[in-house]
């Protein structure tokens, strides 16, 4: 899924610490949710893993299916 600049709505590109937007400069945090109800997941690190749980009954989800989207400050 491409995501957009909530700015200016030009496609971010991703990078491994959050979106960044060519066309206006922004930097933007981002933010992991649950595929299944689109809460935000909590983040879990240990021993270099990182692993997502979502607290809204659907458990550890797969790095695979997380949605991470643009975060505003």
Do not use: W
């Amino acid at each position: 899924m491409n995501q957009l600049c909530p700015l200016c709505q030009q496609p971010l590109s991703a990078s491994e610490n959050g979106f960044h937007c060519q066309h206006c400069a922004s930097d933007y945090a981002r933010q992991a949710l649950c595929p299944d109800c689109h809460q935000p997941l909590q983040v879990l690190k240990a021993c270099g893993a990182v692993d997502y749980f979502c607290q809204n009954a659907h458990g550890l989800i797969s790095k695979k299916r997380v949605q991470f989207v643009p975060v505003t400050a």
